[in-house]
């Protein structure tokens, strides 16, 4: 089955602790992305891929990393996590050239 | 960078009954305007999406329509029902070479009351 998968799907952390959260997609996808969603903004791009080892910013990057060694994993890290990165965090994934984006089933955060 | 607004945030309709959730966006240029949905606890999933050479489209009870010299394009959903109910979220972007950037708006949740 074509999808995209995140790990942990649920978390609870204390500031500071370093976290990470997994990405995989088995469509073969170029493109990857993170957003995160919160009550009234939407879905905010926080970093993109479009490859292996190709990553760039997008609308709210700070405080987090993200890193592209395989075409089918893109990880996000939280190195020093704050109670402002809490909440509901989205992959997704699609081709290059083509605009459907495939979103994983969420992972939420709590940051204590 | 491209805005997209989208209201209402919250909606509730009678089930049987038509639902309209409408965005305006500010980029010109953006030629690609599509609509996810989201069921509770889980990821947006495309349901249609419309581009700039086309002023409407339909699969089945959903139906998009652009408006290009307004900036503004709708969702329109006939015959309500219960399955309904979820958030919406529209979106827009332009051609950028493979970098195409989606702009989301901040969602509408829709009711269907049984």
């Known amino acids: 089955e074509a999808q995209v998968t995140q790990n942990p799907r649920y978390l609870i952390t204390v500031t500071g602790k370093k976290l990470t959260v997994t990405c995989s997609q088995n469509?073969?996808?170029?493109?990857m992305s993170w957003y995160r969603q919160d009550p009234g903004l939407g879905l905010r791009q926080i970093y993109y891929s479009m490859n292996v080892e190709v990553t760039d910013k997008g609308d709210v990057p700070e405080g987090y990393k993200v890193s592209r060694k395989e075409k089918r994993n893109f990880p996000l890290i939280l190195e020093s996590p704050s109670p402002n990165q809490t909440s509901l965090y989205f992959c997704a994934s699609r081709l290059m050239y083509q605009e459907t984006q495939y979103f994983g089933p969420g992972t939420r955060l709590l940051v204590l | 960078g491209e805005n997209v607004e989208q209201h209402p945030s919250t909606l509730s309709v009678q089930e049987g009954d038509s639902a309209v959730i409408k965005c305006t966006y500010s980029d010109s240029a953006s030629n690609y305007f599509p609509w996810y949905k989201q069921e509770l606890g889980k990821g947006p999933q495309l349901i249609i999406d419309?581009?700039?050479?086309?002023g409407e489209k339909k699969d089945q009870r959903i139906a998009v329509t652009l408006n290009k010299t307004a900036k503004h394009f709708s969702l329109h959903i006939t015959e309500t029902q219960p399955e309904d109910s979820a958030v919406y979220f529209c979106?827009?972007?332009?051609?950028?070479?493979?970098?195409?950037?989606?702009?989301f708006g901040t969602g509408t949740r829709l009711t269907i009351i049984p």
């Open positions: 979106a827009a972007s332009r051609t950028n070479f493979g970098n195409e950037k989606l702009t």
């Open positions: 419309i581009r700039s050479n086309v």
């Open positions: 469509m073969n996808h170029e493109y």
